[in-house]
């Protein structure tokens, strides 16, 4: 499993402006060691920086993509963006599903998947979000609750070069709290026996990130998890010295 070509993901959430572009600028110029062949390396600002940052990009192999699309193309949508858009700001990726969303703007499962699917139409790779909540877990739901967001929020036409799942369990997020190893084990491997279920090859292929307090100092111990395919990190995104650490730790 651990064949699969890793995947450093940043999301900045709503924080970052044109201050902030030297921090994009350290980035891109930190994730140039030799260690870029053997990892992809993606950060996600908010939609503002999108554009300029793609160009502080553009001799790194750092990918920029954003946090969210709206699941149509065009149209009387006030406040959104579209795949459509991304791209053609030169991004990448897109998050959808994100657990800040789904809380905050009441996001499904249906509605996640259309917006992936929106993702690939644009060519953009979607890092589809999952986990549970505290209650979830507490009530010992977590599998469940994994299974039906994957069957939920993927697309059918899902595969391992289009799509990113990120699992972030909700009470991990920005809490400093992580769970044991044991217990992220037991989640991507039961993501990764769903995702071959159902995809085949590309299931077996797709990379499955681990998402939740991640740091320098907890990234080494996660990434030897069987199906950690990489990271999403949040905070510890926002400054260039703490996310080349966590590169560091790949
Ligand atoms: C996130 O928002 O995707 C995230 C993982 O945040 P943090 O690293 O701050 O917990």
Not at 23 to 48: F, H, N, R, Y
Not at 49 to 75: E, F, R
Not at 109 to 118: E, G, P
Not at 159 to 172: F, H, R, S
């Amino acid at each position: 499993t651990k064949t699969i070509r890793p995947l450093l993901a940043g999301n900045w959430k709503m924080n970052g402006t044109r201050a902030s572009l030297d921090q994009i600028k350290a980035i891109a110029d930190g994730v140039k060691t030799p260690l870029s062949e053997k990892i992809d390396t993606l950060l996600c600002p908010p939609a503002t920086l999108l554009y300029v940052a793609t160009a502080l990009c553009d001799d790194s192999p750092l990918a920029i993509g954003a946090q969210d699309c709206h699941q149509q193309v065009s149209g009387a949508h006030t406040g959104d963006i579209s795949a459509e858009m991304i791209a053609d700001c030169f991004g990448t990726h897109v998050i959808v599903g994100h657990s800040e969303r789904r809380r905050n703007h009441a996001e499904s499962d249906m509605l996640v998947r259309a917006k992936a699917q929106a993702a690939h139409d644009a060519g953009l790779i979607a890092i589809i979000c999952i986990g549970e909540t505290a209650y979830e877990r507490n009530s010992g739901q977590t599998l469940d609750v994994l299974k039906r967001e994957l069957i939920g929020s993927v697309p059918d036409g899902a595969t391992a070069a289009t799509t990113v799942i990120a699992y972030e369990p909700v009470w991990a997020i920005g809490t400093g709290v992580v769970p044991t190893s044991e217990d992220v084990e037991e989640a991507h491997a039961f993501m990764r026996a769903e995702l071959i279920e159902r995809f085949g090859k590309e299931g077996a292929n797709m990379r499955i990130l681990y998402g939740g307090s991640v740091s320098g100092a907890n990234a080494r111990n996660l990434l030897d998890i069987p199906h950690v395919n990489g990271v999403l990190v949040g905070g510890q995104s926002l400054k260039a010295a703490d996310f080349l650490a966590i590169y560091a730790a790949f």
